[in-house]
């Protein structure tokens, strides 16, 4: 949860609707590289390591491709969908 708040946040997204709307490219490279910097950041918390970035900008400095971003921004939006789905919603899937 708190790593959708602190990317919610780092992008003054209000709502999710925010991410229909048309953004221009440097918002959507920010907003890529945000779900990249928090998610790693998350990712190791959990396995008691310390992140490689500092920030999202040194992620920016690492990153050569808008591609490379692109399993991030997909694990926020499978993270967002799953927060927010009903606990027997997944059950019932199966």
Known sequence: MLTIERIMAENKMMDFDALQENQDMAQSMKFARDCAFFGIASGM???????????SEEIAEAISSFEELQPAIDGFTQSVTGFFQPKGAAKAKK
Not at 45 to 55: I, N, R, T
């Open 45 to 55: 918390k959990k396995e008691s390591k310390k992140s490689p970035f500092h920030s």
